[in-house]
């Protein structure tokens, strides 16, 4: 079985032509399992959909557009109270919300039964023809909504409406989105990435920061690295075991938790609470399967429709120069 896994996922990726599927215990099809299996992957690089799931901030609904409830306050709420004395002014709570307007996506895959065929072996003789291809569809629908997870995070960060890639097109992602209207750090100076975290903790709200507990960091490949490399040439006795061995929540700066995302462009960094992000599916993937005998191929269509809106409030963004 694990040869057949194997093989699959080595097909999958040449198909794809990108090193984004990943393997996977996760894989039903219905919206709410997916939902579970994008919670239960985030180790397969998957944190940030993995953080918003977690947080509440992955939502499915029906109907078109999704509506959240917001609620702001554009002033100090507290007065000192004065005995038998109305407050002289009362400022009321305004309330609103965000938006998620969805659009169609669709992830069409073929599958070529010959290059599964060494793999599989003695399978259906010794498990039959049915139980083979039922297994190999449980296998390939495992690693197709691996992958698709890991698109939509992408999508989630890069998209881009203006974008010549007709799959960021589909709609503008948070860089974008915090880079025209959020809050921004980029010092046009280079920085040790100490330095640079620095400056994006500095560059947080006091409020975003007084909720620590909920923030965390995202780096792309190259910072983290570098992070891990300033916490290893440490010459304390915190060692820094405390900080570079494996334990919950990983790296941290200022106390905040520190995840790699490779889907982050190099040099650049979020600062976010956990539910900044909502991602939105309005209704249940569809997937549809049809065997190709004579074609030799298992033809693969999966659909739904997806949508995101940010809480820009909630979320720094930063540029290194190095």
Known sequence: MDELQSRVERVLDAYFKRS????????NVQAEAFAEFVKTTGAEGTPLLNSIRAAGG???RNGDPIHISMLGLAARQLQKATKATAPGSVVSFTT????????EVIYPVDLDYQDFEDAIGKMPSELGQEATNAYLDQVT??????AIARDLQ??????DAASLTPFLKTFDGILKLVAASGTTYAPGMAQTVKEFLNGLYAAAAANLKAQKSQLAIWLPSTDFADLWDLYDQRSTSLGDAALTQDQEGGLRYHGVPCY???HLPDHK??????????VGLRRV?????QRQPRKRVLEMTVTARVGHAEVLDYVVLGTRTV
Do not use: H, P
Request: contains cysteine.
């Open 96 to 103: 609103g919300d965000a938006s998620i307007s969805t659009t």
């Open 260 to 262: 790699e995302c490779d």
């Open 58 to 60: 992955f939502i499915i």
């Open 141 to 146: 629908g495992d690693l197709v909504m691996a």
């Open 269 to 278: 960094a979020l600062l976010a609470k956990n539910n900044f992000a909502y």
């Open 20 to 27: 984004s599927i990943d393997l996977s215990t996760g894989g």
């Open 154 to 159: 992408d999508l989630l960060l890069n998209g």
């Open 285 to 289: 993937w569809s997937v549809e399967k």
